[in-house]
Each structure stands twice: as structure tokens, then as C-alpha cells.
């Protein structure tokens, strides 16, 4: 066991409930168990550093040991300052993975560890909303030097680098892995959709069934969260800004109306965008009393806290992860987790099923980087599909499913033109 000395985390002495925690979803992993047996003999990240920005929870530790197993030395950090779990970074420490990172750190001091993560001087990174790429390209473009490429695991950070990259100012080559198939049909939409209620659920210990959930956004993550509602026995609404996704949700069976429309009618209100000032001073004005927010876009600007302070007369912790905050006129709306990440920072995120498919393609994804980016330039790129269809193949093989294979005048029938 290899000890790091210059980590930062809390306290040492959590690791042996950390260990308890990654050794559950490592049981519940196998695509990444597969291909954590194939780096190790491998070592496709040998001598090379790579430097992870995730939520910091066990499956993402699972994945940073299954990358320094490939050979890499890896340094980690979190991805938002609620989602990191302290037992897991001491449990990283002792299996050698250098940590810089921990529970509800300032603003400054999250912004410092990301940047000490960055001062390793990595080859390669994988991030999550773009935190590492944004100081790379922003103020920190001295520790740029060394860095060849990169996977971005979210919506949001893909947004980010597609701007980079439009004005012509991206540095290395980035993996979109979230707009891998395997990313967000299961992720983005199933994880979300399940970890979303778990994380209100056990905050708000309140019933579901019979009230009404406002769902903003039906993007992927909106169409799970919308589902799970439905399977928890809500009147779910859905609101958007884009009339095809809007008349989906309709067919789909949901409400469909404007925010402001919405407000009013709401028990519990989910934001998940990827956009800002969703829930606003107006929507506050015209809520229910006790109406329950909360976000699993990637930051927090979904519900603006700002205004929400402005307009209220007090505010109090009322139970872990539960703000209240009075209007003038008595009513009280609640906020979950400061309105972050519900899903993280307020649970432990998606299933590790879930989490087994996004980080084999994270996994897969940096290897396909590491191999090619001198020949992939400077842009942002798909995982390629075979990568893609090979860890849903891993996945059905896990799952002991078989599927049919085209016979060879199927092949012949789909690939001709004539009838
Ligand atoms: N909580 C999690 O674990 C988790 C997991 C994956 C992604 N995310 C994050 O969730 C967010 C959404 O991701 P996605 O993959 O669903 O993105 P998406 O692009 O598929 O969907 C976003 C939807 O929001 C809609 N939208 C934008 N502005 C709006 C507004 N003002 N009002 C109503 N709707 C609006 C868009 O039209 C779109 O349909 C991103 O920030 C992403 O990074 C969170």
C-alpha cells in the first residue's frame, strides 16, 4: 500500500467505511471490472498522470482505480463542493491515489484544490462540468503545457467546450463521453430519473403520490425525472422552451405549460436544463406554501437562490440538506441542498449499474485519447461507436442476455436499394 502524503482530505482515519463503499460497486460494475482485467495487463496509461474532477463519490473512485490500474498516476478532485464523501477520499489515499478534496470546502478552497489537482501537471483529464478545462483555458493557462487531451462526462461541460471550440480556442482534444448512447440513454435518463427521488425522498421524508412535480427541462434527465414522478404516483408537469421536446412530453402524457403557469400549481419543482434563473422571483412569488425545490442540472443556478433570499424574511436549516425560507406573507418554500445537485448532493448519485456504463466509456474514452490525440487535433469528439456498442455488449454479457445477429441475406437486403 502506497501512502501520498500531500493529499488533502478530511480525515485519514474514515478510509475503512470508504473502503466498505467502493468494494459495494465494485461488486456491481462488471462492464468496468472487464475492463480494469484488460488494463492491467495492458497498462495503456503507463508513465503518463491523469487528473479527475468528478463527483466524489465510490463509483468515481472505482473508476480512478481502474484508470491507475491501466498504469496511470492519478490525482482526483470533486466536481462540486457537496458531492464529495469524505470516507471515500481517505480510502483513495491509502490505495495510493493522490486526493485533493473534501466535503462542503468554501468556494475558494474548492477552486484551490482544483487547481493543485491541475498543478500535478497531468497528461490527461476527465471532467465533469468543465471546472479543470475552464481554468486551463482561463486564468491557469501556465499549467497547460503538459496536458494532451481529455473526456468530459456531462451536458453542461460538453456546452462549455463546444464554445471553446467554436472560437477556435480549445487546447487538446475532448471526448464528449455524455453523448455517448451509453451515457445518456442509461445515465442521463434512468440514473437521473431513479437517484433524483432518492435523494429528495430520503432529504424531505414526505410522500410523493398524489402531489404535484413540476419538471423544467425534458432533455434526457427530464424524461426520467418525469417517469420516476409518474411511477411515484404524481400529477407531473413538465415546462420547456423547445416545442418539439414540449409536444414529446405531451404525447407522452405529461401537463405541459409555462413556468409561471406552473408555479402556482407545484408540491415539488425539479430543475434540470443545464440553463439559469429557471425558477425565479415571480414563480416564488405565486407558489404554494411549503412548495419543495430543487435542481439536478449541473450548477446551481437553476433556482435563483439569490432572489429567493431577497424576497424572504427569514431562512433556517430545518433538516439536513433543507433550507426554509418565509415570505412576507408567511408562506414557506423549501429548498433541497442548496439547490445543487439533488441527486449528489443530497444522495450518492446514480445506481452503480448506471455508473458502470458511463465509466467504461470515461475509461475507454481516455485510452482512445491517450492512443490518438495527436491525430484527433484540437476538438471536441464523439466516443466512437465501437467503443460505444462494445460496452453495451460487455453490458448484455453481464446481464447474461443474448440478441440475434443478421443473417448474411439481411445484410444483403438492408445495404441494397432494390426491392
Ligand atoms: N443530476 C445528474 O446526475 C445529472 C446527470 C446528467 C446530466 N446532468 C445535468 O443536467 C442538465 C440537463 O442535462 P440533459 O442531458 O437532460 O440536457 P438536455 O440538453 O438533453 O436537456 C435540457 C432540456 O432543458 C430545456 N431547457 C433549456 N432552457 C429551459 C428553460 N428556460 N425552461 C425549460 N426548459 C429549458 C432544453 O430545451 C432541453 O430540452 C445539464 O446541466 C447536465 O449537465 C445532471
Same mark, same amino acid.
Given at each position: ?10 480525515? &485519514?482515519?474514515?478510509?475503512? *467505511? @470508504? ?6 460497486? $465494485? ?20 508513465? +503518463? ?26 490525482? &482526483? ?45 497531468? #497528461? ?24 494532451? %487531451? ?6 453542461? @461541460? ?6 471553446? /471550440? $467554436? ?13 455517448? =448512447? ?24 414526505? !410522500? ?10 425534458? @432533455? ?9 414522478? +409518474?411511477?411515484? %404516483? ?33 408540491? =415539488? ?27 439536478? @442540472? ?5 433556482? *435563483? $437562490?439569490?432572489?429567493?433570499?431577497? &424576497? ?5 436549516? !430545518? ?9 412576507? #406573507? ?58 460505444? /456498442?462494445?460496452?453495451?455488449?460487455? $453490458? ?8 440475434? +445477429?443478421?443473417?448474411?441475406?439481411? +445484410? ?5 436499394? !432494390?426491392?
Amino acid at each position: 500500500m502506497t501512502m501520498v502524503q500531500e493529499s488533502i482530505v478530511k480525515d &485519514i482515519a474514515l478510509a475503512p *467505511n @470508504g473502503h466498505l463503499k467502493i468494494d459495494w460497486v $465494485k461488486e456491481h460494475m462488471p462492464v468496468l471490472n472487464r475492463i480494469r482485467e484488460r488494463f492491467e495487463q495492458e497498462k495503456p496509461f503507463a508513465g +503518463k498522470k491523469v487528473a479527475i474532477s468528478l463527483h466524489l463519490e465510490a463509483k468515481t473512485a472505482y473508476l480512478a482505480k481502474v484508470i491507475q490500474a491501466g498504469g496511470a498516476e492519478v490525482t &482526483i478532485t470533486g466536481s462540486n463542493p457537496l458531492s464529495t464523501q469524505d470516507d471515500v477520499c481517505a480510502a483513495l489515499v491509502e490505495d495510493g491515489i493522490r486526493v485533493f478534496a473534501k466535503y462542503n470546502p468554501s468556494e475558494e478552497e474548492y477552486k484551490e484544490l482544483l487547481i493543485k489537482t491541475l498543478e500535478t501537471r497531468p #497528461d490527461f483529464l476527465i471532467d465533469d462540468g468543465g471546472d479543470l478545462v475552464t481554468l486551463l483555458h482561463g486564468e491557469r493557462r501556465d499549467l497547460l503545457e503538459n496536458v494532451k %487531451g481529455g473526456a468530459e462526462e456531462t451536458t453542461t @461541460g460538453i456546452l462549455r467546450l463546444r464554445a471553446l /471550440e $467554436k472560437e477556435e480556442k480549445l487546447e487538446f482534444p475532448m471526448v464528449a463521453v455524455n453523448d455517448a =448512447y451509453c451515457k445518456y440513454l442509461f445515465d442521463n435518463r434512468y440514473g437521473t430519473g431513479q437517484s433524483v427521488f432518492d435523494g429528495i425522498n430520503r432529504t424531505t421524508n414526505l !410522500v410523493v403520490a398524489g402531489k404535484t412535480v413540476v419538471v423544467a427541462g425534458y @432533455g434526457w434527465c427530464g424524461k426520467g425525472v418525469a417517469m420516476r414522478a +409518474k411511477g411515484l %404516483g404524481a400529477k407531473v408537469i413538465v415546462t420547456e422552451i423547445d416545442a418539439i421536446k414540449a409536444v414529446e412530453a405531451y404525447m407522452d402524457g405529461f401537463e405541459v405549460m409555462s413556468m409561471d403557469e406552473a408555479a402556482k400549481l407545484g408540491d =415539488y419543482f425539479v430543475t434540470v436544463t443545464g440553463n439559469r434563473d429557471i425558477i425565479r422571483k415571480a414563480h416564488f412569488e405565486s407558489m404554494k406554501d411549503g412548495a419543495i425545490l430543487s435542481n439536478a @442540472g449541473h450548477f446551481d443556478v437553476e433556482v *435563483n $437562490k439569490v432572489e429567493l433570499n431577497d &424576497i424572504s424574511t427569514s431562512k433556517r436549516v !430545518v433538516r439536513k440538506d433543507i433550507e426554509e425560507f418565509v415570505l412576507q #406573507d408567511g408562506r414557506k418554500i423549501y429548498l433541497l441542498a442548496e439547490g445543487r445537485l439533488v441527486n449528489l448532493a443530497a444522495g450518492d448519485g446514480h445506481p452503480a449499474e448506471i455508473m458502470d456504463m458511463t465509466f467504461a466509456l470515461q475509461a475507454v474514452g481516455l485510452e482512445y485519447v491517450s492512443k490518438n490525440y495527436e491525430a484527433i487535433g484540437k476538438k471536441v469528439l464523439n466516443v466512437p461507436y465501437e467503443l460505444d /456498442e462494445t460496452v453495451a455488449r460487455y $453490458k448484455l454479457e453481464a446481464l447474461g442476455k443474448n440478441i440475434d +445477429k443478421l443473417t448474411p441475406e439481411q +445484410k444483403e437486403y438492408l445495404e441494397s436499394w !432494390v426491392e
